[in-house]
């Protein structure tokens, strides 16, 4: 791997957007077993992290989620991740699928022999959304309040447990560093630099809370989240940003991948998501002219990241990366280098 050494003797690894690291089966499931009792099933995902399907003793599905280590550097941040999700899905339950403990107590392992950190989560109450196969979902009403409700929630046992953890809180990566710092020279309005760690304005955020990342319950009325691995510290808006920047994508690139045109209105769906946000209990204040700007952030985030991506995975002829490589390259046509 490549450094970046510092005068201060501070040495941050330069990584690839999509740095993955072989994994294999036989490696993931004698420590499935022996840990959890999980025996191992169809893989989901076979690059940057491993997901398996796996089931329990008694038929029950998780998720196995396994992370290469090969420089010892995740353990940290990934163990900071599950106990948050861990603690706050305490008050949210059914709405967030938390970690599974080991047989011993533990939300996750370290295999020194393998280098591979495994968390095992229960699987997501309800259901998928068809966002791959039709557009409804970017006009319903009903999901966006439910979508924007799981937000505000959220954010307002995020700030619960930053209160009461602050330690563990601020050890959360900074939305800059994610994506290899791939905002860290982005201009930010001074209002909302004014309110970097302000906790009433800025914490812990999922940080990729998209329609492919949470499931729906069967009464339309909750969603259930997962895919935590992104989490970061950020303005409330930006988390919202996130979540909604596929209906803006859908208005204005079409569906993906085909591009086809979508009769979407991404300023009602969100509104009708702030209207959601604003019914959870506690949650905190959003400022839809923030959020606007969240969105013009999220817009560079995207526009860098997909431009990136395309030119690192050129040539890369690999399988699991095959639709991510359509997809960036779908972006990168619609944003381009406007917001570079």
């Known amino acids: 791997g490549k450094y970046i050494f510092f005068s201060a003797g501070m040495t941050i690894r330069e ?55 090969p420089y010892d550097e995740n353990f940290q941040k990934i163990s900071d991740e599950v106990t948050i999700v861990s603690t706050i899905a305490k008050n949210m339950k059914s709405m967030i699928a938390p970690p599974v403990p080991t047989k011993t107590g533990d939300l996750l392992i370290r295999d020194e022999s393998t280098k591979l950190i495994i968390v095992v989560f229960e699987w997501a109450d309800g259901e998928e959304v068809p966002f791959m196969t039709g557009s409804d979902w970017g006009r319903d009403k009903s999901l966006a309040y439910a979508w924007g409700a799981w937000l505000g929630r959220f954010h307002a046992e995020s700030q619960k447990f930053e209160k009461e953890n602050p330690t563990v809180a601020k050890r959360v990566q900074s939305y800059v560093l994610v994506h290899d710092n ?27 809370l998209n329609v492919s990342n949470f499931f729906r319950s069967n009464d339309g009325k909750t969603i259930c989240a997962f ?97 991510l490589k359509v997809f960036c390259q779908f972006v990168h046509n619609w944003l381009g280098t406007r917001y570079n």
């Open 227 to 323: 895919d935590w691995d992104q989490m970061q510290r950020g303005w409330w808006e930006f988390d919202f940003a996130q979540s909604f920047f596929g209906v803006v994508m859908l208005a204005e690139a079409g569906s993906f991948p085909t591009g086809e045109k979508q009769e979407v209105d991404p300023k009602q769906y969100m509104a009708w998501a702030v209207e959601g946000y604003k019914s959870a209990p506690g949650a905190p204040q959003i400022d839809e002219e923030r959020v606007e700007r969240m969105l013009l952030l999220r817009r560079t985030q995207y526009g860098r990241f997909c431009a990136r991506a395309v030119e690192e995975l050129e040539g890369n002829d690999d399988p699991a990366v095959a639709v």
């Open 15 to 69: 990584k690839k957007l999509f740095e993955t690291f072989p994994v294999t089966d036989e490696d993931v499931k004698p420590l499935a077993l022996q840990h959890w009792d999980v025996t191992l099933g169809k893989t989901l995902k076979k690059f940057q992290n491993s997901n398996y399907i796996g089931t329990t003793p008694t038929e029950h599905k998780v998720i196995v989620r396994v992370t290469p280590d």
């Open 182 to 208: 791939i905002l860290k020279d982005a201009k930010l309005h001074p209002d909302d630099e004014a309110l970097v760690d302000n906790p009433a304005h800025y914490g812990i955020l999922h940080g990729d």
